[in-house]
């Protein structure tokens, strides 16, 4: 039987409606204020590190965009890659991981930042790895980031939701790390946001 309160709030519904442009953002980001990031992903020698900067064409030229040849790629939307890789790179993948949903209307969205490297470019001459190094600078830019109405992005396991946490994924030759970062989400609630 209804009775009268059973509308109340009925329009409070999160709608996650910005989830698909999340890794967008952090892309667009790191374009804007990373450069270490883009010379261990584009540069194979181990003087990655000490290489001059990319310029725009050049890091756009690095972001995949749906185009038939992956392995020419480094910057990915999405998680793991269909075709075989023939060449010695550097990947990192952006994409929503996980939605854990509080009530109807907050939700912990998490973000999974994926780096996998060939194991022969893996080592720096700055006796640092690739994998560790673009890890280290994700959490540089992206623990207190703003996701614009989504919320900041938190390295933090106090946040819920998926465990924060950085491991080991992949196997030999294309190892890597991934990290978790999460944010409270309630926004999207009659088309705002995510």
């Keep these: 039987m209804a009775n009268e309160f059973d509308n109340i709030g009925s329009t409070a519904y999160n709608a996650y409606l910005g989830l698909p442009l999340l890794p967008y953002t952090c892309i667009t980001h790191l374009l804007s204020v990373n450069e270490i990031i883009f010379k261990l992903l584009y540069y194979t020698d181990p003087d990655a590190w000490n290489k001059s900067n990319l310029n725009p064409a050049q890091k756009n030229g690095m972001i995949f965009q749906g185009q038939e040849k992956m392995e020419d790629y480094n910057i990915f939307m999405d998680s793991g890659q269909s075709d075989a890789w023939t060449k010695e790179r550097t990947v990192l993948c952006i994409y929503p991981y996980d939605i854990d949903p ?93």
């Excluded at 790895?129 to 992005?153: A, H, P, W, Y």
């Excluded at 946490?165 to 190892?175: D, V």
């Excluded at 989400?185 to 705002?192: D, F, N, P, V």
């Design 102 to 194: 509080i009530n109807r209307t907050i939700g912990v969205v998490s973000m999974a930042f994926e780096v996998f490297s060939h194991y022969k470019i893996n080592h720096l001459s700055n006796y640092t790895t690739r994998t560790d190094s673009i890890i280290q600078q994700l959490i540089k830019e992206f623990n207190g980031f703003d996701l614009g109405e989504v919320g900041k992005l938190q390295f933090n396991r106090g946040m819920g939701g998926i465990a924060q946490k950085m491991s080991e994924k992949g196997i030999n030759p294309y190892k890597g790390k991934y990290l978790i970062m999460s944010t409270k989400s309630g926004t999207g609630i009659q088309g705002t946001g995510v």
